[in-house]
């Protein structure tokens, strides 16, 4: 971003060191990637640069480690990958339908006991995980649904029900801002999109206002967007770099 023009030096200096730095860093966190993702390709026995990787040989490049991921016995990541499949599908439908009516419901002022109703529905939001998954476990043992499709799906509907509770009106306050002015006056919240999407939200992100009367929604949001991608790469980073050293290297201590 800009500096304006009345910037002083030393303020100038210091925001190009800060985003040298952090860019230093970002290639540093990042840089890692653009070994491990070659070596990916590679037809050897091992993961290593092969001459012929070096020399570019299109034999020496396959996708057998990928095939061994999906498909291999040590590690059939496809059968896994089938079974999130099928349970994010119906644990989605499930979810958005019953989270849906309940929020049509709650949202009625003469629904009785509508507090407790309330509370119980986002309690899976409220209560640890380990507890609400250690009961859901429990249930489903009893009724002789644990390790099936069939439970897995209803366990995933419990624990999304409370936070589609909570988008719900996001999306209500989304898909009413993409309406006339005077629609929404006249005939309240929408749950369907509308035809302004384009010029409302042109207008919000284009319009320049701030102390400086020169910064605009967009370029608050590309910020907040560059902050969050660094900060949340340098956490898996971080976080892959330490799995990785406790599980492969010994420590004394």
Known sequence: MALPTYTSWNYRI????YLTICGLVFFFLIAPLFVIL?????AEQYIHFSKGMIALDPDAFSLRWYEDMIYGT????GLATKNSLIIAFFATIGSTILGTV???GLSSRHMPYKAAFMALLISPMIVPLIISGTAIFFFMAKV??????TGIILSHIILILGVLLMVLPIWFSFATSTHEN???????????LGDYFNQNYSEVLNEKGGWSEEVTATKMFLNS??????????????????????VYFRFKL
């Open 14 to 17: 210091w925001h190009y060191t």
């Open 38 to 42: 070659p070596l990916s390709f590679n």
């Open 74 to 77: 040590k590690n059939p990541w």
């Open 102 to 104: 309940a929020a049509l």
């Open 144 to 149: 002789g649904l644990a390790a099936t499709h």
């Open 182 to 192: 005077i629609s929404i006056l006249k005939e309240g919240m929408k749950f369907f």
């Open 225 to 246: 967007f560059i902050m969050a991608l660094g900060i949340a790469t340098l956490k898996v980073v971080i976080s892959a770099m330490s799995a990785y050293a406790l």
